[in-house]
């Protein structure tokens, strides 16, 4: 028992001088310092546990408060609530920047170290700033040209696979919708973005992914992950050991512009195929983890309000749904659902709204005073928690917890302009999503198609939201953490009908709102 004693001493003792040390640094011009239920370590133990809606949990406590400080034990935290500050974050972004993320998710996430590492290192702390021109390299790739190849390719492999929902399933089947989508997602999205010899055409590669995203949390503590993380870890080599063969079989130069500046910008650099490999790897999370659950979630929420989902029948079938006189073919035109589909587009963006669970986060590099306001020190971490800000009803009306289907078309009103500063949906400016045009487009093309073939309804009987996977913390949007199986069965109206998609050059780039 002596023993026993002695271990908590030996651990609390350190703890509660350094909570001691931090609470009396806390300068009083810093955001409020909030305490937790559970002295010293609580805060520590909630984000663990809950992850983001740990904060959304005390942003409702404190709903006046436009930022508040947490002490993490090792670093403080501060957490914008006000859309009004979000824009003060991004005219500071040089000083609360999110390019020392990429170096750290560099390491833990893709497990590159040594001299690889510092090649990605953000200049400013010594290294060569590969990686943030890694980013940058994406953005023409993933709009223009490079968008609509991408697109072109992306719609013929998700076509199969709505093409077979007709022949594989009927009235008396169920199955998993979630897992439905990420398969559907996963084969479309990789062979538009790696070309003819995608290396996840193989299912092992594809699990291993999917292995790989859905543990990250003990990899990223990195303590051991050989043995801590070990399913993560061994699935991360095995997508790593894919894509060394893939580049030594020249894959790259027969894929996608975006996949091919990626490789470019680090070779021409010096950077080992192994480690560009690592890199890509972490990559593929990116490529899809938002991409799937936001497509689950659409559907959800569609299908799940009849009248809703018969609007949207309406809506497409009269703006996005062109038959061809001579062959009968049926072709949704995704420019078209872009342009014209404007209630479709609009329900998209409010199940993001609702439904993202991420919270952008930068690092404080040098002391600033906020706003004119609040000091903010050198080392710590901002944070802005999507399920608080896009929920302010300053931006968003009244009912902001409601599924307003409505709520993202035009609208000239003076609340629309505040809008831009309070949905983090696809990030937060400078640092917004690069592929949220692709993503959209494949998702909208997946939703439209289904609305107009399919009827779907739960094996239960009633649209239930599954339980939530809060562990997927690579995921802005949390997938289910259990199987949501339902029965599908083709539209009378359209029975028998032969489909196809139509993408016309230059107009892949949606219209939508970003933070």
């Known amino acids: 028992m002596d023993h026993i004693i002695f271990l908590v001493a030996l651990v609390s003792v350190p703890l509660l001088a350094l909570h001691y040390w931090r609470t009396r640094e806390h300068d009083p011009k810093e955001p409020p310092l909030i305490f937790p239920r559970i002295p010293i370590i609580g805060h520590a133990l909630g984000i663990i546990r809950h992850g983001v809606p740990y904060y959304t949990k005390h942003s409702t406590l404190y709903p006046s408060q436009p930022v508040y400080t947490m002490d993490l034990l090792l670093n403080k935290s501060y957490i914008v609530n006000s859309p009004s500050l979000v824009a003060a974050v991004q005219r500071n972004h040089r000083v609360i920047s999110f390019d020392p993320f990429l170096t750290g998710a560099a390491n833990r996430m893709a497990g590159i170290t040594g001299p690889g590492l510092e090649l990605l290192r953000e200049e400013q702390n010594g290294g060569r700033g590969i990686n943030n021109k890694v980013l940058h390299s994406m953005h023409p790739a993933l709009l223009g040209t490079g968008l609509d190849r991408m697109n072109e390719k992306m719609i013929k492999f998700l076509k199969l696979s709505v093409d077979e929902l007709a022949t594989t399933h009927n009235v008396n089947t169920s199955f998993d919708l979630h897992a439905w989508c990420r398969h559907a997602i996963t084969v479309a999205s990789t062979d538009a973005v790696y070309g003819s010899i995608n290396p996840y055409k193989e299912r092992e590669v594809e699990d291993s992914l999917w292995t790989f995203e859905s543990r990250l949390t003990p990899l990223l503590v990195n303590i051991m992950p050989s043995i801590t993380s070990r399913k993560s870890f061994r699935a991360r080599a095995r997508l790593v050991a894919a894509l060394v063969k893939y580049y030594e079989a020249r894959g790259h130069e027969n894929s996608s512009e975006l996949t091919y500046n990626r490789w470019k910008v680090q070779h021409d650099a010096g950077a080992t195929t192994e480690d560009i490999a690592k890199l890509e790897a972490a990559a593929g999370i990116g490529i899809l983890s938002n991409t799937v659950p936001s497509t689950f979630w659409t559907l959800f929420d569609i299908y799940s309000r ?14 996005g749904l062109v038959i061809e ?22 329900s998209f963006q409010e199940t993001l709204r609702l439904r993202s669970n991420g919270a952008p986060t930068r690092v404080v590099c040098k002391d600033i005073l906020l706003n004119d306001q609040w000091l903010l020190k050198e080392g710590s971490i901002l944070q802005m928690p999507a399920p608080t800000i896009n929920r302010q009803p300053v931006a968003w009306g009244d009912a902001t917890s409601d599924f307003n289907p409505r709520r993202f078309m035009k609208d000239t009103s003076q609340r629309d302009m505040k809008r831009a500063t309070a949905f983090m949906s696809f990030g937060a400016s400078p640092n917004i999503c690069p592929g949220r045009h692709f ?17 779907i309804a739960p094996e239960s009987g009633i649209w239930r939201p599954p339980m939530l996977n809060t562990k997927a913390m690579a995921a802005s949007v949390t997938p289910p953490g259990e199987m949501f199986l339902v029965k599908v069965h083709e539209r009378e109206e359209f029975k028998g009908d032969k489909w196809d998609f139509r993408v ?12």
Do not use: W
């Not at 609007?311 to 079938?317: F, K």
């Not at 993503?439 to 009827?455: C, P, T, V």
């Open 504 to 515: 016309m050059e230059g107009r892949g780039k949606f219209s939508l709102v970003v933070g």
């Open 439 to 455: 993503a959209s487009g494949e998702i909208l093309a997946l939703a439209a198609m289904m609305i107009l073939r399919y009827d």
């Open 306 to 319: 009849p009248s809703l989902l018969l609007e949207l029948r309406e809506e497409i079938r009269q703006n």
């Open 325 to 346: 006189p001579d062959t009968g073919l049926h072709i949704v035109d995704l420019a078209s659902i872009r342009d014209s589909c404007h209630l479709l587009v609009s």
